[in-house]
């Protein structure tokens, strides 16, 4: 049974609403059509997730979904990467694991995922405008707290690369919002240009999809704090810094598998201050994993819920508009504290 299941979403919810006097829910979603996903992923691979199900019960695949039988090693592949005829070899040349299942609603499911993260990307805007102006006209305290907003999806996406699924994750929310904001051409930077954008990573699993799709351009930065050797087991490495334009864009920090919340404070404080701040972006983008949380069921970290509110604060004090994107997270008791946690640590309150 997977661990990526509706309860996730139904834990946070539930804390949410339970706490008025700092959020404000809204369920309204903009249809932003597939422009800004094709910005990120390419047309055979979203072409083949849409339509995956179908073809898959017309070859007479198992009705519980879509699952790689191969999955193309790199000494195997054929030379010149010949394009899959069928939908149970497409199944492994666009998805490099076991986990990432598709069933009749994973589409859609994705698909909504993606137009939730815009509609909320969308938002930041605004609001980080009315912010940003309030500063410049001193009705705005330059210390007061950044406006922040918190996209509540699943299935997750940061282990989606370009063209191939995996990893519980489909079509790279935090990419799409990424990108988006990027090609707003009225949207403009402190320098002039597009507006730079600085994601942070704190899923306990490195966001291979994230990196492969940013890897080789400067805008935005990626980073990423994840265990040093746990799934996806082949990328993560902090010798991986991005390539050509990218290069010293992509910053990785391995911990150990029993990193504690003061040791993970410490590694995250000074990512922001060697990285993040130096980077002066405009917006920051978390992809918000709480899977490094001590009870976990399919990771290995040892922190508590007193470290949430500790990171949102660090968070909070880069300064800027802040969207939070949700990933991981799979300790149901507790996901709601613990991503709660982090979002009242970012406007300033205790969970």
């Known amino acids: 049974m997977s661990a990526e299941s509706p309860n996730r979403r139904e834990a946070i919810l539930s804390y949410l609403e339970e706490h008025p006097d700092s959020f404000e829910i809204t369920e309204q979603v903009e249809d932003f059509g597939y422009d800004p996903i094709k910005r990120v992923h390419k047309q055979d691979f979203l072409d083949y997730l849409e339509t995956a199900y179908e073809e ?28 899959a005829a069928n939908c149970l070899a497409k199944s492994g040349e666009y998805c490099f694991d076991m986990s990432a299942v598709i069933t009749k609603d994973t589409f859609k499911a994705a698909w909504n995922a993606a137009q939730v993260t815009l509609t909320a990307t969308k938002e930041l805007v605004r609001v980080g405008h009315v912010y940003e102006k309030g500063q410049a006209d001193g009705t705005v305290n330059v210390g007061s707290d950044p406006p922040g907003i918190y996209a509540l999806v699943r299935p997750p996406g940061h282990h989606a690369q370009s063209d191939v699924c995996g990893g519980y994750c489909f079509l790279n929310n935090i990419a799409i919002a990424t990108q988006w904001l990027i ?32 890897y080789t351009t400067s805008n935005p930065l990626y980073t990423s ?3 040093v050797d746990d799934y996806p087991y082949f990328t993560g490495s902090d010798q991986e810094c991005g390539e050509g334009e990218g290069l010293g864009f992509n910053v990785n920090i391995p911990l150990h598998g029993a990193t504690t919340d003061d040791e993970y404070l410490e590694k995250f404080e000074k990512l922001i201050r060697d990285h993040v701040i130096p980077y002066d972006a405009d917006y920051i983008l978390v992809s918000l994993g709480v899977d490094t949380y001590k009870d976990d069921p399919i990771a290995g970290f040892l922190l508590t819920s007193d470290a949430y509110p500790r990171m949102g604060k660090a968070i909070r004090e880069i300064g800027l508009p802040t969207l939070f994107v949700q990933e991981g997270g799979y300790c149901i008791e507790k996901l709601g504290l613990n991503v709660g946690g982090i979002l009242q640590g970012f406007i300033g309150k205790s969970a």
Do not use: C, M
């Open 225 to 227: 704090l994840h265990s």
């Open 56 to 83: 898959w019960i017309l070859e007479g695949g198992h009705p519980n979904g879509v699952l790689p039988g191969t999955i193309p090693h790199y000494k195997v592949a054929r030379l010149g990467r010949l394009k």
């Open 183 to 214: 090609d707003q051409p009225d949207l403009k930077g402190k320098h002039g240009g597009p507006k730079k954008i600085a994601i942070l990573d704190v899923d306990f699993h490195h966001g291979n999809g994230t990196q492969e799709i940013f």
